[in-house]
Every structure is written in structure tokens, then in C-alpha cells.
């Protein structure tokens, strides 16, 4: 048995076991009889299948308890699964909906434009919810052939699912491993372009006796976007080559039963035409633990867990839905490192020291983290007499995306993700329907009802210059009260900057955040006044670019998913990562909720999004400038920018 299947063995008596259950269905719901499903433990693990019964239900028994992707497929129908995160000694009950074939095709040239034959297209991830990757060079012993290029350097993916978008991966012997983010199934003129790149060499050795190792598999991940990851073997003498684009990288040695102490930092340079590194790898043992929230006694799932071996980042874990987490670590010490977890305070223990002994497992002390509590808040009128429902509340600190909003006795929950800085608890607080707002501030020891009673907003404006009195462009201009960041926009064309919605009563300074920042004079405006702050002097700043006055061609992005917009204006429009896209969705929905069809929302994003609810538009595209949210007026121009949620002030008055 070579050290491949030693590996393999060793993984099912060191890490603790899970099973997966799970029923196959097709894109109307109806369960499908004899699909064929796999299992794959991380990128290096060799698949598990099995096939469905005739309720399409399956079965994977002794899956290695860590990061597992999951997918099926039927004839007629294209891949589909999904990454789960699993409990030891656990089961994970894993559904999977098909959806019918579709294709890609598309042609792999040199940087000159010639074709590339036997360009082998490896892997293709599934970005539209749920996530999974395919393997495609490990699917060619189950009968699906691997993607590769002809004569003409083209090739075609078969088996994708219909109205997907993908990521794939693309390797040849004598170029850098390429890969294509963010593809819509379906496109047949789809191209890539191949570098020589720069030849990574290496050998893994014993950390004991030094001696070379063979079949070892060693992982290289990139640290710039898609973060995509190549993997090699080792050769007979333990050497291994490998091309790579120029940039930054991560490496690790690894096997189940030999693993390299963490993962190795190495950056490679157009300049030279190789690199070299050794890497050594020690015999593994592993830990478990569980993390449970202190209160209710219930497992805390999707916590991160950081672990570190030798001052390196050796694995990064996820709390599955049972709390726990386990990996396989080399052999010596190990610093467990609990990562903020949002709706709790943060453990009294943020990171534990253990040892880590060859074949053995670690079983961590329990992790109990207490829940933040929930804070309630009551707003009322300027006379401080009736409540007001429908008011909006914001946190500013900590800062959190999304709304809160009052109830008809004026009164809200907040719950917050992390313990606020200094003990306070600070929001912004707006009426729906008046220029009424205030400042609240809650102790975050308190228990009692907070109450906050509005009053006439204020406005201001300024402008940034430059020491010589030229207006500065696209400069971002925020607002501070001790510390607190309470806003945030960007000075125009003509260098003049206004926020619509100050909190009088509340001293406060503007930052500007040029190459060396500068404050304006303090200001306190008046209820319901407006006050100009003058210009405000910079020195030498790059010029930057605003939106302000414009019009912001928003509607001409690629719909990605929700109903296409009638017009131009009033609308929200807000540009965000793929990371952040679930959660403006759902506060988007929310601001539609409380200010009706008066104003669209609108969600642009860079990256492929398949995500509920689907009432807001998502369009595929990258902010013209600095600033990540646009209030479009009824024209179509642009009267606000921002980052985050604007103002109520500034909607309200686009609506009217």
C-alpha cells in the first residue's frame, strides 16, 4: 500500500467518523431513483459514492468529519450538491435538488493567441446557493471523462446545472493553472488565456530522519482573488514541480497521517523563472471540541475556529450543526484560537495551547459562550409624550448593517453581534415620516427600557480644497462624535460635501480622510438649522472621482435576479461583495418594507448571487466611485453618496 492509502486508513481511526444521509430530488421536487452521489473530504481526499434508493434517499457512512462537499448526479440532469461542515460522530442530513444539463464550452489559448491542446479543465465550483465543487480529475475513474482541450484549444463541460454560475479550473504540464470566476452556464464563447507563469519546485522530507516521502499530496492555494488552489504529488524521491502565476501564495504538505505543521508563506516574482521551498511533515494526531452557547445549553453552529501550529495557520474550522469541529494537526503544539462569534460576548478564554501526539486525539475542554443580551428601546415625540411607531433605529456602535423598527408602542428589540467598544451601546434614530432624529445611547450593563425622544434634525455642508483653493473631488468626509463614527459621504465635483440628517444637541467634528486626514471645527447646529462649515484645507490627495449631480446608468447593469426595474429614480442603489449580499438583501427588503414603493432598492454585485428573497434587484456590475451606496433622485441623477444605508431624511425627500 503506498503512503496515498496509508493516509486514507489512518483518517478513519484518527478523526472521529460521521455518516450522511440525504434525498435526491429533481427541479420539481420529485425524488430521483438511481442518482449517482458523492462525498469528498477536502481537496485532497479521495470520493466516496453511493446511489440513490427508489425514494431517492442515500447513505455515506465513515466520512472524515471536516469540510465535505457533497453532489449528485442523474441522467438528463447536471451536477448539484453542497458543502457542509460535519459533527463528529455525527450525522448530517444533506438535500440535494437537480437541476437539468446544461454546458460550457470555450477555447484555451497562449498569451499570443495560439491554441492550447490537452489544457485539462480540473474543477468547477458551484457559486449559486447551495455552494459545491466538482472534481472533475478525480471523476475520470468513475467513468465521467475530464475536460480537455483539442487541436483547436477548445473544449466543452458537460453535466453543469442549467441557469448556474461556475468557477472553473484550468491546468496544463507547461503553464500556470488558470481559473474563471463568476461563468454563466450556458455561454459557448467563453475564453482563456494561459501563462508560462514561474515553476515552483519542492521537497517534502520526515521531520524525524529527514528522509524523502513519496505520493505526499502538497496544496498551494493563491492569497489574491478567486483564492483558487492547485494541488500536486510528490514524486519517488519526494520532489514535486509545479507552474504558477506570479503572486502570493500558501503551501501545505498533506496527508492523514503526515501533515506539514501549518501553511507556508511563499511569493514569486515574474522575475525570476523558479522558486524552491522544502517543506517537512510530521506524524498527526487530531482534536475535537464543542462550543455551546452558556444560557440555553444549545450547540452554536458556524463558529470559527483558528488554529496554528508552529506560528502558522495550520487549519481553519467551522462549528457544525451539533457545535463541534475536529481536524488533523502535526504532531507538537497547537494554539486554538476562537474567533468573535456574532450574538455573543467573547469567551473569557480566546485561545487555548495544547499538545498534539501522534495518533492520538484531544479532546478540548467545553466551550461556553455567553449570548449578548437583547436591549429594548422606547422612542417618543418631540414632547416627549406619545411613542412613535414605525421610527428607524441604526447602530452605530457597534456598527451593524440594517434597520431596526419601532412597534406601535414605539418600542424595539436590538439585539447586537458583538459587545459594543467602551461599554456603550450608540444609535441614530429616525422618524418615518418627519425630519425628526436624535442620538441614543445605551449601557451595555443595562437591563431597563432605554428611552430616546426625537427632535428637528439639522444640516450641514462644507467643502474640501486644497491648499491652493481648488475643490477636491471624490474625497470622503465622515462625521465624529468621541470616537463614533455617526456618517460618511463624498465631496462632489466642486468640492462640496452636505449630510442631510445632523443630530443637533451632539458636538461633533468632520474628518476628511485626504492622504494626511484633517478635521473641521467643531459643530453643534441648532434644532432644525442648517450650518456651513467653510472650506476645509488638504494637502496633496489623489484625485478622486463623484457621482454627485450625475446620472448613474444603474439600470443597464446585467439583471442577475428579481424583477427589472420601471425607472430611473427614486431608488436606493447599493454595491456590495458576494459576502455581503444575504445580508443587504434582507435589510433592503426592509427599508422597502417601511417606506413602501416610494423609493426602489437596488443591489449591484461583482460576483454570481442566487439568493431569497427575490423582490429586490440584483444586477451585475462595480461602483463607478468611492462610495458603496447611491440615492438616485427622480431624474435619474445621483443627490447622495454614502456607504451603507443613507438617511431617512434624504429618501424621504427623493419621495416626495
Not at 507552474?243 to 505543521?261: D, M, N, T
Not at 466551550?367 to 436591549?375: E, T
Not at 467653510?534 to 443597464?556: C, E, M, Q, T
Request: some cysteine; aromatic content about 4%; hydrophobic content about 45%.
Amino acid at each position: 500500500m503506498n503512503l496515498a492509502g496509508l493516509s486514507a486508513v489512518a483518517a478513519c481511526l484518527l478523526l472521529q467518523l460521521s455518516g450522511i444521509t440525504g434525498q435526491v430530488t429533481g427541479p420539481d421536487g420529485t425524488p430521483v431513483h438511481g442518482a449517482r452521489v458523492f462525498a469528498e473530504p477536502g481537496i485532497a481526499g479521495a470520493l466516496l459514492e453511493t446511489q440513490t434508493a427508489e425514494d431517492g434517499q442515500f447513505r455515506i457512512d465513515n466520512v472524515a468529519g471536516e469540510g465535505v462537499g457533497v453532489f449528485a448526479i442523474a441522467p438528463g440532469l447536471g451536477f448539484g450538491g453542497r458543502h457542509v461542515n460535519l459533527s463528529a460522530s455525527a450525522e448530517a442530513a444533506v438535500p440535494i435538488q437537480l437541476q437539468p444539463a446544461a454546458s460550457i464550452s470555450g477555447s484555451v489559448a497562449t498569451e499570443k493567441g495560439e491554441p492550447i491542446r490537452n489544457a485539462r479543465i480540473t474543477r468547477v465550483g458551484i457559486l449559486s446557493e447551495p455552494k459545491v465543487g466538482i472534481p472533475l480529475a478525480k471523476l475520470g475513474a468513475f467513468g465521467f471523462p475530464e475536460p480537455v482541450t483539442n487541436e483547436k484549444g477548445e473544449y466543452t463541460i458537460a453535466n453543469l446545472p442549467a441557469g448556474a454560475k461556475i468557477a472553473i479550473k484550468i491546468a496544463h504540464s507547461d503553464y500556470a493553472q488558470e481559473a474563471l470566476d463568476n461563468v454563466d452556464v450556458g455561454r459557448t464563447d467563453l475564453r482563456a488565456v494561459l501563462h508560462p507563469g514561474v515553476t515552483l519546485r519542492g521537497e517534502v522530507t520526515a521531520r524525524q530522519g529527514g528522509q524523502p516521502l513519496s505520493s505526499v499530496s502538497v496544496l498551494v492555494r493563491s492569497a489574491q482573488p478567486p483564492h483558487d488552489t492547485a494541488m500536486v504529488l510528490t514524486d519517488a524521491s519526494g520532489q514535486f514541480s509545479l507552474r504558477l502565476k506570479p503572486g502570493q501564495y500558501a503551501c501545505q504538505a498533506s496527508g492523514a497521517s503526515l501533515r506539514s505543521a501549518g501553511w507556508e508563506a511563499i511569493a514569486f516574482t515574474d522575475e525570476a523563472p523558479e522558486a524552491m521551498i522544502r517543506l517537512s511533515v510530521a506524524a498527526t494526531g487530531s482534536i475535537h471540541g464543542e462550543m455551546r452557547d452558556a444560557v440555553s445549553g444549545k450547540p452554536v453552529e458556524g463558529a470559527r475556529i483558528l488554529v496554528e501550529c508552529g506560528g502558522k495557520q495550520a487549519a481553519l474550522l467551522r462549528t457544525g450543526s451539533a457545535g463541534e469541529f475536529q481536524t488533523a494537526l502535526a504532531e507538537g503544539e497547537a494554539l486554538i484560537k476562537l474567533e468573535p462569534v456574532p450574538g455573543y460576548a467573547a469567551p473569557e478564554r480566546a485561545a487555548i495551547r495544547v499538545q498534539v501526539a501522534a495518533g492520538q486525539n484531544v479532546e478540548l475542554p467545553g466551550l461556553w459562550l455567553k449570548p449578548i443580551p437583547m436591549y429594548r428601546l422606547q422612542v417618543v415625540d418631540e414632547d416627549a409624550q406619545r411613542p412613535v411607531s414605525g421610527a428607524v433605529i441604526t447602530l452605530l456602535n457597534p456598527p451593524q448593517l440594517g434597520w431596526h423598527v419601532t412597534g406601535p408602542d414605539g418600542s424595539v428589540e436590538l439585539g447586537i453581534a458583538a459587545a459594543p467598544a467602551g461599554g456603550r451601546i450608540v444609535g441614530f434614530v429616525e422618524d418615518r415620516t418627519r425630519p425628526l432624529g436624535a442620538l441614543f445611547q445605551i449601557a451595555a450593563t443595562g437591563h431597563a427600557v432605554a428611552r430616546v425622544q426625537l427632535l428637528p434634525l439639522a444640516s450641514i455642508t462644507g467643502r474640501v480644497v486644497s491648499e491652493g483653493g481648488k475643490p477636491a473631488e471624490g474625497i470622503a468626509v465622515s462625521a465624529v462624535f468621541e470616537d463614533i463614527e455617526l456618517w460618511r459621504t463624498v465631496s462632489g465635483a466642486d468640492g462640496v460635501f452636505s449630510w442631510p440628517s445632523v443630530v443637533p444637541g451632539v458636538p461633533q467634528q468632520c474628518l476628511v480622510h485626504a492622504a494626511a486626514p484633517v478635521q473641521s471645527k467643531g459643530f453643534n447646529p441648532q434644532f432644525g438649522a442648517s450650518e456651513n462649515l467653510g472650506d476645509i484645507v488638504i494637502g496633496a490627495s489623489p484625485k478622486g472621482a463623484s457621482f454627485l449631480g450625475k446620472r448613474l446608468p444603474w439600470r443597464k447593469y446585467r439583471l442577475l435576479q428579481g424583477p427589472a426595474p420601471a425607472r430611473d429614480g427614486p431608488a436606493i442603489v447599493v454595491y456590495a461583495s458576494r459576502e455581503q449580499v444575504p445580508a443587504l438583501l434582507e435589510s433592503l427588503s426592509a427599508v422597502q418594507g417601511a417606506l413602501g414603493d416610494l423609493i426602489m432598492m437596488a443591489l449591484v454585485s461583482d460576483d454570481g448571487v442566487n439568493v431569497e428573497p427575490p423582490g429586490i434587484p440584483v444586477f451585475s456590475g462595480k461602483a463607478p466611485a468611492l462610495a458603496t451606496t447611491y440615492v438616485v433622485g427622480d431624474g435619474g441623477k445621483v443627490v447622495l453618496e454614502t456607504f451603507g444605508l443613507p438617511p431617512l431624511r434624504a429618501l424621504t425627500q427623493e419621495a416626495r
